[in-house]
């Protein structure tokens, strides 16, 4: 995470558009029919890199291409690519638990799954209102249950998927690249039936999922952890828990992720938070200013989250107040993915000058709010990485006139 120019890099949030070949080659995958899915990823995974290269990106991923995506608009790629990389789970078809988990007594806290959302409840009429244009994506068939001990067992998809960034990285000349996995805490909001604890279900799965860390890293690549649930599920939480009770509650969750990262350098980790990707009116989410504190104990040299969409662009103010400790980064999202609408460079300069302002450009990426893959259309997602990196370069120009 160290920057190599006095330029402001550009990167994004890990997911990119899949091509029709990539969707088309998955299917027969699964299908069990003929062909090779690994050579059609494999330069998939090129093509996408030379694109963000073409589009002015300076810090690639693979565009979580190895994760696959249900349909050209998903936005669980991120969190269900870990299924079929865990030994532990069962799926189970009747997902009630999602509809039916209600808790709360003072001092406890346990989140209700993804399907209950305060949000939800406070505009019930509009989510149920297909006219509203409140897209959240497709309903899941089934979720897995933990009905056993958490094991890793991804190691050939994370091995290819190293493989492939590393051989996109070579193809293209690029120096150094990105992959996502998901953190401890993501993950366990997912039922358990297994585990007696709340604590003991989190470093499990921190166990686990080292294993997909150290394959990342020890390639020589920089690891992105994925974690919405650090903010989100303030929002499942039924009655809204108090501000202390939640940052305990997410502190456990922390100490798991630090544990599972322990020896890895924190110049190739970065942490990506986000208050949900769904398409709503995010009334419920918590603020920024509660959160800073504890975010910055995360053992990653860049943090990553949402300060373009509407409900958040304000916060960029809470780094006027909070010191960015020394040797660390700021990912702030200058696009984002829950509007068609491209913004103007001018704007996405404007935005970044928010945050060198307040930190300092040598600690300033400039990034989206989250993946763009699976959540709007392609060619939008792309002028959106082109404005991106616009707007950057209006900036990049005047620090040096």
């Not at 050939?156 to 150094?176: F, H, P, Y």
């Not at 419920?284 to 509407?310: C, M, P, Q, W």
Request: glycine share 8%.
């Amino acid at each position: 995470m160290t920057r190599k120019t006095h330029d402001i890099q550009v990167s994004h949030a890990g997911s990119l558009p899949r091509t029709p070949e990539l969707f088309a080659a998955n299917a027969a995958r699964i299908a069990g029919e003929e062909g090779d899915f690994d050579a059609v990823l494999r330069d998939a995974i090129v093509d996408v890199v030379q694109r963000q290269r073409d589009a002015g990106v300076t810090i690639v991923g693979d565009g979580e291409y190895g994760k696959s995506m249900s349909s050209p608009f998903d936005f669980g790629a991120w969190w269900n690519y870990s299924f079929t990389r865990l030994g532990g789970l069962e799926l189970d078809t009747d997902s009630t638990w999602l509809l039916n988990r209600r808790y709360s007594r003072p001092g406890h806290i346990e989140t209700t799954g993804f399907a209950f959302r305060r949000d939800h409840q406070a505009f019930a009429e509009a989510y149920e209102d297909p006219g509203a244009g409140i897209f959240v994506g497709e309903a899941p068939q089934g979720f897995p249950i933990v009905t056993g001990e958490l094991t890793y067992t991804g190691h050939e998809a994370v091995n290819r998927d190293v493989a492939n960034l590393i051989n996109a990285l070579e193809a293209t000349g690029t120096e150094s690249g990105f992959i996502t996995a998901l953190s401890p805490g993501s993950l366990t909001r997912i039922s358990n039936a297994y585990y007696d604890t709340d604590e003991e279900f989190v470093w499990a799965a921190a166990e686990a999922l080292r294993e997909e860390y150290l394959t990342i890293t020890d390639a020589g690549l920089t690891l992105q952890i994925d974690d919405p649930s650090f903010a989100e599920n303030f929002d499942q939480i039924e009655p809204e828990p108090a501000i202390e009770d939640y940052l305990a509650y997410t502190q456990k969750r922390v100490e798991a992720l630090n544990w599972a990262l322990r020896g890895i350098p924190e110049e190739q980790v970065r942490f990506h938070l986000c208050w949900g990707s769904w398409h709503g009116p995010h009334t419920t989410d918590i603020e920024l200013r509660h959160i800073v504190k504890l975010l910055l104990t995360i053992n990653a040299s860049g943090y990553s989250f949402e300060a373009a969409n509407a409900r958040h662009e304000h916060e960029w103010t809470v780094w006027n107040d909070v010191k960015l400790p020394e040797g660390k980064v700021l990912i702030p999202g200058l696009v984002g993915h829950s509007t068609n609408v491209v913004e103007h460079p001018e704007l996405v300069a404007q935005r970044l000058r928010h945050f060198t302002d307040a930190v300092g450009e040598a600690n300033v990426i400039a990034s989206t709010d989250c993946g763009l893959g699976g959540r709007i259309h392609p060619q939008i997602a792309w002028a959106k990485l082109e404005a991106l990196a616009a707007g950057t370069a209006l900036v990049n120009k005047a620090q040096k006139s």
